[in-house]
């Protein structure tokens, strides 16, 4: 799941409520995105982001203390942002608005490489790894409802798992990103979410028992 890059690009530069500490939180955390986005996590550095944000380095270490905690910080605050879930009446037209959203995301020329760092860091290090792991629950739990509402429609069967048909409509098009290099296009967004939807209705999805 995953934020909208024209709604996030708008959002640069705002300040949001909560005086100075949030005027500084959103100027590292910024700035940190950047950072990823341009160098991977491997050079990722606090004396840097405090440069780029113009805050002091004491403030940088002593809030965040190493570039992990400030990358779990960073995914908090991607995932608060995200925008909401999509709401049409229809099963397939709001997998489909999902599978846009993260397809945006991916491609974006800031998020795409942002994510790639972060997924990438998660590989080695565990507590970037649980914070990637919260980022996505979050996002999931977030669209989950559409699918309960489809079940609730008769679209779907009863025992269906909304998480489950949520991670399968994602899974593809990170799969293209970085694995296949495949194109990642909106005709691949919509046929991941129409992939989805079928299987759904197939019964594919349905609740494991214990």
């Known amino acids: 799941m995953a934020i909208d890059p024209a709604t996030e690009s708008q959002d640069q530069g705002k300040t949001r409520p909560g005086g100075r500490t949030a005027r500084v939180r959103a100027a590292v955390l910024r700035a940190a995105g950047d950072a990823l986005a341009e160098h991977g996590f491997a050079h990722l550095d606090l004396g840097d982001i405090a440069r780029r944000a113009e805050v002091g380095r ?3 270490y002593r809030r965040w203390g190493t570039p992990t905690a400030l990358v779990a910080d960073l995914l ?3 995932a ?14 709001d997998l489909r608005a999902n599978a846009r959203l993260v ?7 800031r998020q795409g490489p942002l994510f790639k760092a972060v997924i990438a860091a998660a590989t080695c290090d565990p507590q970037t790894a649980d914070a ?6 979050t996002r999931i739990a977030e669209w989950a409802p559409c699918v309960t509402q489809a079940i609730h429609r008769g679209e779907l069967p009863e025992d269906t798992d909304p998480h489950e048909v949520v ?6 098009l990170y799969y293209r990103l970085l694995a296949s290099g495949e194109p990642l296009d909106p005709a691949a967004a ?4 129409a992939a989805a939807a079928a299987a759904a209705r197939a019964g594919a999805y349905g609740l ?3």
């Open 58 to 60: 004491t403030t940088v």
């Open 76 to 78: 908090l605050d991607m």
């Open 80 to 93: 608060e942002q995200s925008l909401p879930r999509t709401e049409t009446g229809s099963l397939l037209e």
């Open 103 to 109: 397809q945006r995301t991916l491609t974006d020329p």
């Open 132 to 137: 990637l792991h919260r980022f996505y629950r």
């Open 167 to 172: 991670r399968a409509v994602s899974a593809p």
């Open 190 to 193: 919509d046929q991941a979410a």
């Open 208 to 210: 494991r028992k214990p």
